[in-house]
């Protein structure tokens, strides 16, 4: 069954500094790979996605995929006291299958 | 207006009740699914549904059984619920491979 984790399991950041979150899995097969953010009492919701393996940029969110290394990140940069909640990533074997998410992120950013 | 919606949004029950968790959804999306977050666990998928009367076991299945008899609505129902089915219960639906959208969630205790 696939694995994926997340580290570190909890970070603050000073506002205006660049984060980096972590998410390894264990399947090489997998093709999807995802970012979900949460805020407190909220619904995940879809941050960015990625398919193929090098990064991909969508304003101040970053994902970089490195398949070999069964590892991908997201990096944010200029971090916000808006960008503080819960980061889930998700990863799936295809398109036709469901996404096995990790147990979070919890970043906060303090002014 | 996208939107999946849950109900009830806050549920007290003793251990041994019965438990009804509903869900809708207004895309005509055939894809559904629930999950329970925990602290420390993420999002662990309990059931998918591809369709009407289409529905696959998840990861943590036990304890718990659906029913989608109309496309656009999913229930997750607890027989004799126990105590360790404390939780978030979180209810989504996608397109087939897309990304899930979730609903706000449903806080379950169990006494």
């Known amino acids: 069954q696939q694995k994926v984790q997340q580290s570190p399991e909890s970070l603050i950041v000073p506002e205006g500094a660049m984060t980096s979150l972590n998410c390894t899995f264990s399947d090489s097969a997998s093709q999807y790979f995802a970012w979900y953010r949460q805020h407190s009492g909220k619904a995940p919701k879809a941050l960015m996605s990625?398919?193929?393996?090098g990064e991909k940029e969508e304003g101040r969110f970053t994902i970089h995929l490195n398949k070999a290394s069964l590892h991908f990140s997201l990096h944010i940069r200029d971090s916000q006291p808006s960008d503080s909640a819960l980061y889930l990533c998700?990863?799936?074997?295809?398109?036709?299958?469901?996404?096995?998410f990790g147990t979070g992120t919890k970043l906060q950013v303090v002014p | 207006d996208m939107k999946v919606t849950q109900m009830p949004r806050y549920l007290i029950k003793r251990m041994g009740e019965n438990v009804l968790l509903e869900c809708g959804q207004d895309m005509s999306h055939e894809t559904m699914y629930w999950y329970r977050q925990d602290p420390g666990l993420g999002l662990q998928l309990i059931y998918i549904?591809?369709?009407?009367?289409?529905?696959s076991e998840g990861d943590i299945p036990k304890g718990y059984r659906v029913s989608r008899k109309k496309r656009e609505h999913f229930s997750l129902i607890l027989d004799s619920a126990k105590t360790n089915q404390t939780s978030v219960y979180f209810c989504a639906s996608s397109l087939p491979g897309g990304a899930p959208l979730f609903g706000e969630g449903t806080r379950l205790s169990v006494l």
């Open positions: 990625i398919f193929s393996n």
């Open positions: 549904s591809y369709d009407v009367d289409s529905n």
């Open positions: 998700a990863v799936s074997i295809n398109s036709g299958t469901y996404q096995r």
